[in-house]
Nanobody
Framework: QVQLVESGGGLVQAGGSLRLSCAAS????????MGWFRQAPGKERESVAA????????YYGDSVKGRFTISRDNAKNTVYLQMSSLKPEDTAVYYC???????????????????WGQGTQVTVSS
């Protein structure tokens, strides 16, 4: 079992930045691929970013490429999402998720992830 706790959400103006953190506990963090997802009101949850166990392989959704950066610190059992040039359409609840690392291509779909945090709200005002 892996427990995940997100933090760092809040209210920010368009064009601003936020850094989300997700602290993991319960199992060896470096054995897990990590992902960030978001869900806006009335919309389906979507994949934002993901990284493999070492951080050497990353994925970004088209809507956040060039603006968001995922990183991890395995010594601190934490994954981060640095968000810049925020837009009102980035407003959502952001979730981090974990899945056991596996060989091959990085899995990014929601169904591939086994453990989820409770989410943190990000609101971008125009």
């Amino acid at each position: 079992q892996v427990q995940l706790v997100e933090s760092g959400g809040g209210l920010v103006q368009a064009g601003g930045s936020l850094r989300l953190s997700c602290a993991a506990s319960g199992r060896t963090f470096s054995n897990y691929d990590m992902g960030w997802f978001r869900q806006a009101p009335g919309k389906e949850r979507e994949s934002v970013a993901a990284c493999n166990w070492s951080g050497s392989s990353t994925y970004y959704g088209d809507s956040v490429k060039g603006r968001f950066t995922i990183s991890r610190d395995n010594a601190k059992n934490t994954v981060y999402l640095q968000m810049s040039s925020l837009k009102p359409e980035d407003t959502a609840v952001y979730y981090c998720a974990a899945r056991p690392g596996a060989p091959g291509a990085l899995r990014v779909g929601i169904r591939n992830y086994d453990y989820w945090g409770q989410g943190t709200q990000v609101t971008v005002s125009s």
